[in-house]
């Protein structure tokens, strides 16, 4: 059973920073690409970024370029998402998904797999 593991969520005030962890089991990010969306209160899932699994090539959300970073650590079976110049409406339940495929094209579709989510605050 494949399993995905967030945590670091918490309450900023805006322009603070956070780090995401996303922990996944069976050696998953040598063979697949993980994403990380968001869902704000009242609104849909948005995909915030991706990175693949053989050449850690990334993506972001026009919404997050240039403040937050993706990255992983295949040894630890872990991905980050570390979030700078974080604004109130960054706020939301924060996800990391195992793409069906190694590659990030179209990242914010071809999910199969998802953690339970957890929460980012961001208020003055």
């Known amino acids: 059973q494949v399993q995905l593991v967030e945590s670091g969520g918490g309450s900023v005030q805006p322009g603070g920073s956070l780090r995401l962890s996303c922990v996944v089991s069976e050696h998953s990010l040598e063979y697949y690409a993980i994403g990380w969306f968001r869902q704000a209160p009242g609104k849909g899932r948005e995909g915030v970024s991706c990175?693949?699994?053989?050449?850690?090539?990334?993506d972001y959300a026009d919404s997050v370029k240039g403040r937050f970073t993706v990255s992983k650590d295949n040894a630890k079976n872990t991905v980050y998402l570390q979030m700078n110049s974080l604004k109130p409406e960054d706020t939301g339940v924060y996800f990391c998904?195992?793409?069906?495929?190694?590659?990030?094209?179209?990242?914010?579709?071809?999910?199969?797999?998802w953690g339970q989510g957890t929460q980012v605050t961001v208020s003055s």
């Open positions: 990175i693949s699994a053989r050449d850690s090539k990334t």
């Open positions: 998904a195992r793409k069906w495929s190694y590659r990030c094209l179209n990242y914010t579709d071809g999910y199969n797999y």
